[in-house]
């Protein structure tokens, strides 16, 4: 049964990855059991669980939109509060 916090595919490609070298080297109990030990530490550990957060990817907008020089709320905008110089690029 995943945990909670663990419950996600790129922590579970990343235990994936630590287990992988050891494939066809250790039995298929044994590469379970360290699964479940990786998957203990890092729901556990307040030092690991740290590192976790600050190495996970961040969630990355892709609506398209994006900042233009001279675009709506930039310092080089002549009237912020004008409409007409929204611009999405």
């Given at each position: 049964m995943p945990h909670?916090?663990?419950d996600d595919p790129w922590i579970n490609a990343q235990i994936e990855a630590a287990v992988r070298p050891y494939?066809?080297?250790l039995s298929a109990q044994d590469l379970d059991w360290m699964r479940e030990q990786l998957t203990e530490l890092l729901s556990r550990d307040a030092t690991a669980a740290k590192l976790l957060r600050e190495a996970h990817p961040r969630h990355v907008d892709e609506s398209?939109?994006?900042i233009v020089?001279?675009?709506y709320g930039t310092s080089d905008s002549p009237d912020r509060a004008?409409?007409?110089n929204w611009k999405v690029g």
């Open positions: 909670p916090p663990l494939e066809g080297r398209g939109e994006r020089p001279g675009g004008d409409s007409k």
